[in-house]
């Protein structure tokens, strides 16, 4: 309490010593001295009045917070003497520092903060891993025969959950909606360690009953307006009805897409979950229908080596019985969700932690310049008795001040910033929708303000505590030119930020390079004047036969819309991952061993497909109408390739997806072009057409090929499928041009990010050596009137002031260069078809960088070169 009274205790001490001086005087008074006299000595008896309360304030207590807020108060007297670089200064700093805390937010949720689920350590995806001497270089999601191995036997496991996915119509609540929906064991959530918000979770007996369902928040929200008489109720699910047995809560996060494992999972959430019975024949096949994902929680104290032996174990004597070589790996939940995205992340957050570091490195310059405007003052400050760890903290109080108001500027920035990251990222991004300001995000923001403090302020702070009173004072001149020695400290600066610069750009410039060479891949097939609508044949009425016969009979009526030239089907368009995968083989030769077995991903047609999306025929023919009763199949070039090397392959023979010997082999009678399957930057499958009536999918993409704008047929594509079937869920249609952007969305994303943080560091740089060139130019002011006024040319002096702000920057794009190649390897991973070492992106960088320098530095060149002689030697 004695901080909040200390005004009233200054008040009682003056009275104190006022107190104590009038029984002195009076005392020597009445010993016999004058009034005058007897005032003086008792003055001089009780010393220096300001020792007195500077000693009896220290005794109080908490004077170096007096202090600190004197320190601040002349600290803010110091920054409103130059308001607009106070602010510029600020703002840079804000920026700086609201980017870096957003950027670590993100990386902090995604990367570091562990899922949102119970003991998270111990939850792992099992996988299952093809023997090394095939050479497929991936692993594959399981079967039900394993799990059901795994949740009746193993013991180092807790709970073994199975999940899979699957399209339900919902009618009866609004329009038909398509939902993406979890099949999952009754004891998914129970693996997780999260049960509903309302009503209950699965139980064992509902995997026989697939009558029952739990709905997710959002569903729950948007389609039925958070009714709380929710549970009990009958829904209708694919034409059946089904009971509401719960709701999740909202923050319930799930994987998306890859982060399931590769072959698993849509790139959205689900919306609602049922349990899943693996019938007798799946659990009874020991190979085949790698279809499913399976979570699995060890029991605590279980590693995960001892988890995969067991589970391997399990698997063993089958897998002698059917001559199996496959094993079983399990990847920890966490890593797989972040897999495809942890170095991209962590590249952003170095990129935005540069920007940050030039910035400060740029008002610590700018602190050194006005510094040394100070050092008179600091000569008399030191005359006068003050401290140097006195001056070191002044300079450094500032520093703080102008950081720490950057830096609470800086959240609302962070906060604005996370705001437009989350909309604008990919969804693919792991955990997006978890992320925000939290304790960890503001502790960091504290460290680095601590941090951005000392970089700005330690250097200005170290250099005015060193001042040397007699020399200050002899400089008669706030403007006195420095010594060359600081001069080349500023330099020295202005290098690291160049350096810093180069490696950003460099890195910025490898992205763009990649970015625009994935875009120049050739797709295979024409993007342009294409449209796409899905439809999932998910209803009980849509037999085997029905799914034939509806296709057959829309399929005419798309073509038929005005202004549509041709309408096909596929079951799974370019792009949007791969499906459907089996083993591609010869059915007349010898089943291959295993170092030559190859995977294909199967694809079921209509006939005009292939003249719809325009994919170019290399030999022989497409499929055509008359082949629906006929085994047929039209084959990719490296499917060709790879059968029969150096052969024509037409009228050879590959056996069908997932025939297992049920169905004839195909005849090839034609050979196509390479299509992407999930992303234009790998290697395409080798792929395998065969006729839809063949193999009756239940979800198809419809395909126009249009004259105009596809956006123009759109409503007429919509009305004829409800015309056909009034309760058939239609997703929004989309374009190829939409499918493709939507393929390389993630790569634009980071970089663009990457390229406005590269543009930024070079932005800031550039003022960097604008400022040393032009404090340069104006402490040497007098120096040019008498080059000047002794015939110095104009050119001569722009030429030396180019010369000496250009040496700098060489010095910095050399070390950034070099340290560039050294970040190359890391950054290779997300590099496509652009070598880390690219000459060209070097000498771009290289040649932008110095076109900027040059221009940084031409203006206060320009200007020293129009001094006026006789002002200049008035300068002092």
Known sequence: MKLWFRSRRDEELDEEIRAHLAMAARDRLERGETPGDAQQNARRELGNELLIKEVTREMWGWSWLERFAQDLRYALRQMRRSPGVSVIAILTLALGLGATTA???????????????????????????????????????????????????????????????????????????????????????????????????????????????????????????????????AIQLNGESHTVIGVMPPDLHLPRGTQWGGFSGPETDPLIFRPHAATGAQQARPAGSLNYSSMIRLKPGVSRQQGIE???????????DFNLETSTTLIPLQDQMTRNARSALWLLLGAIGAVLLIACVNVGNLMLVRTANRYREAGVRLALGASRARLFGLVLKEAFLLVGIGGILGLGFAYAGLKLFVAAAPVDLPRLDEVGLNWRALAFSAFIIALSTLVCGIVPAWRLSR???????????????????????????????????TMLLVVGGLLLFSFLRVMRVDKGFEVGHVIAQDVSFVNPKYSDEGRRRFVEEIVPKLAAIPGVRFAGAINVLPLRGEDWVSDLRDTDRPEPPLDQAALANFRFVTPDYFKTIGIPLKEGRFIEPKDQDRPVAVISERAAQHLWPGQNPLGKHVQGANSEGKNPALEVVGVVGEIPASSLERTPPMTVYEHYWRMQPV?????????????????????????????????????????????????????????????????????GVYGVISFNVARRTPEMGIRIALGAR????????????????????????VAALALGRFIATELYGVAPNDPWTMSAVAALLFAVAICACWIPARRASKIDPLRALRFE
């Open 103 to 233: 950027m670590f937010s993100i990386v902090n949720t995604a990367l570091l903060e562990p899922l949102k689920y119970r003991d998270p350590a111990r939850l792992y995806l099992a996988r299952t891993l093809p023997p090394a001497r095939a050479k497929l270089g991936r692993d594959f999601p399981v079967n039900a025969r394993q799990f059901h191995e795994w949740r009746t036997h193993c013991r180092s496991c807790e709970d073994v959950s199975l999940i899979r996915f699957l399209d339900l119509t919902l009618v009866g609540a609004g329009q038909p909606v398509k939902l993406l929906a979890l099949d999952v064991s009754y004891n998914f959530f129970r693996t997780l360690g999260i049960q509903p918000a309302m009503g209950r979770d699965f139980l064992p007996e509902d995997e026989q009953d697939w009558g029952k369902v739990i709905l997710t928040d959002t569903l729950w929200r948007t389609r039925f307006a958070a009714d709380p008489s929710i549970l009990g109720r």
């Open 310 to 320: 067991e589970l391997n174990v399990l698997l063993a004597d089958f897998a002698r």
């Open 467 to 501: 001042t040397e009173p007699l020399e200050s004072l002899k400089a008669g001149s706030a403007n006195s030119s420095e010594i060359s020695r600081k001069l080349r400290f500023r330099e020295l600066m202005v290098s690291v930020e160049v350096a810093l610069s």
């Open 699 to 767: 979800g198809m993409s419809f395909v126009l090929r249009t004259e105009s704008n596809p956006a123009t047929v759109v409503s007429s594509l919509r009305a004829v499928f409800s015309s056909a079937d009034p309760e058939l869920a239609l997703s929004p249609a989309q374009t190829m041009e939409q499918i493709v952007d939507g393929s390389v969305a993630a790569r634009r994303f980071q970089m663009y990010l990457a390229v406005a943080f590269a543009l930024t560091a070079l932005l800031l740089a550039s003022l």
């Open 794 to 817: 104009t050119m001569q002096l722009t030429a030396m002031i180019l010369r000496q702000g250009l040496r700098p920057v060489v010095a910095g794009l050399a070390v950034g260069l």
